[in-house]
């Protein structure tokens, strides 16, 4: 049984997003030099990426990554990166796909960037995480 996708879009729009992004992000002073310190491969990182959208709109169990381990390894991603990463996403979005969609998958975007960011300012902290457990 599969799950239908969360909003109406294909994989060929997922494609021509993630490569029109990366197109813009590669420009982009701020952004660009934050990727180009850790993607040698372009096409395989567009690819991946790809994968990883595909997984989160359409269910298709193809992408085998763990986002938060990769920001975190990356040592250069700052939880203030992801406000201009995903103004750059919204902009494609806008350009690329009907209102609807776009809106409904900006929406799932920065969900998932709050959940990265978070998880970076855990991180990142001098201060572990006080857990209120009751013994």
């Known amino acids: 049984m599969s799950l ?6 294909t ?3 997922i494609d ?3 490569t029109r992004f990366y197109a813009v992000v590669r420009a982009d002073p701020q952004i660009g030099p934050i990727f180009a310190a850790h993607v040698t491969d372009w096409p395989m990182h567009e690819a991946k990426i790809s994968r990883f959208w ?3 709109i359409l269910f298709e169990r193809e992408y085998d990554g763990n986002p938060m381990q990769v920001h975190i390894k990356a040592r250069n991603v700052m939880p203030g990166h992801f406000a201009p990463w995903l103004d750059l996403f919204d902009t494609v979005l806008a ?3 009907p209102e609807d969609t776009a809106k409904a998958w900006s929406a799932l975007a920065h969900r998932i960037g709050r959940g990265l960011c978070y998880g970076l300012e855990t ?4 201060t572990p995480p006080q857990l209120n457990a009751r013994v």
């Not at 239908?4 to 879009?9: Q, Y």
């Not at 991180?123 to 001098?126: K, L, V």
């Open 4 to 9: 239908p996708p969360r909003f109406p879009v």
């Open 11 to 13: 994989a060929t729009q």
């Open 16 to 18: 021509r997003v993630v």
């Open 54 to 56: 595909r997984n989160a």
């Open 95 to 97: 350009a690329e796909l």
């Open 123 to 126: 991180y990142s902290s001098d």
